[in-house]
């Protein structure tokens, strides 16, 4: 048994070569979706992998991979902005290495029923996990003014025609609530027309930035890459997988604030202005992305970029702040 039927990794190739797992190390898939990631670390050396992932489905799904490696691989429901508690509950405070895959799995996508795709009619859901009690995607359509949703579609989508798929969605939901990802889809290619033949979806900005605030996407990186710094042993490594640059931004900065040494301020007083250890160590000075026979093969992966980090010794930021 493999991973997911339609799933292909991205850039499994390069995750391997910069995380280089080891036997007897520990490691954390922090997005476990289709299991690609972790069937790869599980394959390259005797070393147990933690699954998480916040989707119930996606870990069900990956019991079979579990069982065929023999318990090396241990699924963990949860967010991995909360890995370091979610670990805790398996006795694990450090691992060797940490690899994020953002955004959706093939999986989500997929499937109709989850409301994530604009091609395939399905309920506005958007949830990665069905359990939680947050607002839906519909909730947001029908229930946010005309500037709450641009905002929305603005912020996360980054979509400059906001304003006016905000206005058309309003005067939609005049007519009825807006239930379903087809109907919501051709509201905003009505409001939006495509610039080109070979252009994206006009719907694919509006539904990304749905998504994102439905899952506190951007909240969430945020607090994984905390994780990271926090869990990670002296040496260990985070592989870091975005898809636009809503994700790829905060990584990048993160990584890179946190490998520089702070210069000292003359304007602020000498306990603020001295110079912290830096946390990591680049591995990527700029973005790896795929080549071209692999986007040929999974056209999926060609707006993908994979940052990649190595722990030092220093004790992390917030740890130094409270100090």
Not at 71 to 82: A, I, N, S
């Amino acid at each position: 048994m493999s991973v997911s039927p339609g799933h292909i990794p991205v850039m499994k190739e390069a995750m391997l070569s910069l995380i280089v797992p080891q036997d007897g190390g520990v490691y954390v898939d922090g997005t476990f979706g289709g299991g690609g990631y972790s069937e790869a670390l599980l394959e390259s050396a005797s070393c147990v992998v933690y699954g998480i992932d916040r989707d119930a489905d996606a870990l069900r799904a990956g019991e079979a991979l579990s069982l065929r490696f023999g318990g090396r691989l241990v699924l963990v429901h949860g967010r991995f902005g909360e890995m370091a508690t979610l670990l805790a509950s398996h006795r694990v405070s450090a691992v060797d290495g940490i690899v994020l895959d953002l955004g959706l799995s093939s999986r989500q996508l997929d499937d109709g029923a989850r409301g994530f795709s604009f091609h395939l009619d399905g309920p506005l859901d958007m949830r990665m996990d069905r359990d939680d009690p947050g607002p839906t995607a519909a909730d947001l359509v029908n229930g946010e003014s005309e500037s709450g949703l641009a905002a929305i579609i603005a912020d996360f989508g980054e979509e400059r025609r906001a304003r006016a798929i905000a206005r058309a969605i309003v005067a939609a939901r005049a007519e009825g609530p807006i239930t379903s990802t087809g109907r919501l889809a051709e509201i905003v290619r009505r409001a939006v027309a495509r610039r080109s033949p070979g252009g994206i979806d006009p719907a694919t900005r509006t539904f990304q930035a749905l998504r994102v605030r439905v899952n506190d996407e951007s909240g969430e990186i945020g607090r994984g890459l905390g994780q990271i710094e926090r869990l990670l042993r002296p040496g260990g490594r985070a592989i870091v997988v975005s898809f636009h640059s809503l994700e790829d931004r905060p990584v990048k900065r993160f990584f890179r604030e946190r490998s520089e040494r702070r210069q000292p301020n003359r304007h602020e007083p000498a306990a603020a202005t001295k110079s912290p250890d830096p946390t990591f160590r680049l591995l990527t000075r700029r973005a790896r992305k795929p080549d071209d026979v692999e986007v040929s093969v999974n056209p999926r992966a060609r707006s993908a970029r994979l940052r990649a980090a190595e722990r030092t010794g220093a004790p992390p930021w917030h740890e130094r702040l409270v100090a």
